[in-house]
């Protein structure tokens, strides 16, 4: 869960209900530059490779900025989340 921590109310809702509080986001956004510098590139190419949820969740997280970590590109995970002290494992939360 993407809380602030400068929001009481929000925190104290998510510790009663047991929420898991988010501390890294890690997003991959679709190749939208490389795909548009084909030359073969249809119009169709083009519009299915804009990004909408990534780039939600991307300023979902950093509107956090001050309890989540958010990376977005793969040549910084590894070297962040080990600075960071982040377990390079996956958790899914359902």
Excluded at 13 to 20: E, L, Q, R
Excluded at 36 to 62: F, H, K, M, Y
Aim: net charge negative; hydrophobic share 45%; proline share 3%.
């Amino acid at each position: 869960m993407l809380v602030s921590i400068c929001d009481y109310d929000e925190l104290v809702v998510g510790k009663v209900n047991h929420f898991k509080f988010v501390d890294v986001v890690v997003c991959n956004l679709y190749p939208f530059r490389a795909t548009i510098a084909n030359p073969s590139c249809t119009l169709e190419e083009a519009i299915e490779n804009i990004d909408i949820g990534g780039v939600t969740l991307l300023r979902a997280a950093a509107k956090n900025h001050a309890r989540v970590t958010v990376l977005c590109d793969p040549k910084d995970y590894e070297r962040i989340l080990k600075q960071a002290g982040f377990c390079l494992c996956c958790e899914v939360c359902s």
